[in-house]
């Protein structure tokens, strides 16, 4: 299965607020897990990436956390401000920079 | 460098007409993807290229046409365009060495009436 399952849809949080996003895939042939920020009129930029080999990465204030054993993996916006909200897309790397995305979440922090 | 860039930004089109993408990256990359979004579904791959003269279909390739004779264009074409076909299309290129990030186009709206 090549899918990816994103939840919530859509997410809204007050300023220094902790917006949690995630996502579950299938198919253990994954071996890429990047996350994308989109903002309106724009082309999805990549924000953070993991290796399935480690359980969690930080930059800055992004942080995935990753479940191999369970097939899941998180992504965590720490102290969100305004100017975070976009539509935050999982994706899973399948070889030959093929990416399968979820479905996305629209992510509204109110000031 | 300029990355990634589509032409044209926005297009209207008549069911059964048809029409090319344009995608180019000035960065060497040689990987190259199409992908469509649509609302709820996420971004879907159509179809792509590891190199010049090499492509291969992706999720979602039905009604859609590539080419990949240069390093730098990575061309899209809709055969005879249907409502369905509506969206946004992206192109996207990186790399071929690791998993080095994949850079994304500014993307074309595509209305199919």
């Known amino acids: 299965q090549q899918q990816v399952k994103q939840s919530p849809q859509s997410l809204i949080v007050q300023k220094g607020g902790i917006p949690i996003i995630n996502c579950a895939y299938e198919?253990?042939?994954?071996?890429?897990f990047p996350w994308y920020q989109q903002f309106p009129g724009k082309g999805p930029a990549l924000l953070i990436a993991i290796r399935p080999d480690v359980s969690e990465k930080k930059e800055g204030r992004f942080t995935i956390s990753f479940n191999k054993s369970a097939k899941q993996f998180s992504l965590h916006i720490m102290d969100s401000q305004p100017g975070d909200s976009a539509t935050y897309f999982c994706?899973?790397?399948w070889g030959y920079g093929k990416l399968t995305f979820g479905q996305g979440t629209i992510l509204t922090v109110h000031p | 460098n300029a990355g990634v860039t589509q032409t044209p930004k926005f297009q209207v089109l008549k069911t059964g007409q048809s029409m090319t993408l344009q995608c180019a990256q000035d960065m060497n990359h040689e990987y190259m993807s199409w992908y469509r979004q649509d609302p709820g579904m996420g971004l879907r791959l159509i179809h792509y290229?590891?190199?010049?003269?090499?492509?291969d279909q992706g999720e979602v390739p039905n009604g859609y046409n590539v080419s990949r004779s240069t390093t730098e264009d990575f061309p899209l074409r809709l055969l005879s365009a249907a409502p369905s076909q509506t969206s946004v299309y992206f192109c996207?290129?990186?790399?071929?060495?690791?998993?080095?990030?994949?850079?994304f186009g500014p993307g074309t709206r595509l209305l199919v009436l």
């Open positions: 994706a899973a790397s």
């Open positions: 996207a290129s990186r790399t071929s060495r690791g998993q080095e990030t994949q850079y």
């Open positions: 198919n253990t042939a994954f071996d890429y």
């Open positions: 290229s590891v190199g010049a003269g090499i492509t």
